[in-house]
């Protein structure tokens, strides 16, 4: 008789709910702080677009950021003899990081 591989498997306890809670809540805040900041009057998208046309050595730096974006993705998603690695987990602490970020600010200034 084969063995269930699910009944080995406790339910979660409380405080891992509570820090998994944690960690989304975190990521969300980082989402939403970056959607602000980027879409706002005068914010991060529009003064990156008018720096980037504003003259030929951004646009060259812009094709070499995009290069080098290309190919952290590649690394990311590349499992090495096929096995199962913790490297897609680097956005999630990188947006969590950001998430804490704004909610300091958040509690700091009182707006993000």
Known sequence: MAKDNYSDKKPDSL???VLAVGRIGL???GIIGI???AFRENGLLKQWLKSLFSSTGSLAG???MALVLYLFWRWMNA???GKATKRGDIPLYAMMAIGAFFLYRLITTGSL
Request: hydrophobic residues 60%.
């Open 15 to 17: 405080l891992e709910t």
């Open 62 to 64: 812009a094709v070499i």
């Open 27 to 29: 990521m969300l805040l």
């Open 35 to 37: 959607a602000y900041e």
């Open 79 to 81: 499992a090495p003899d």
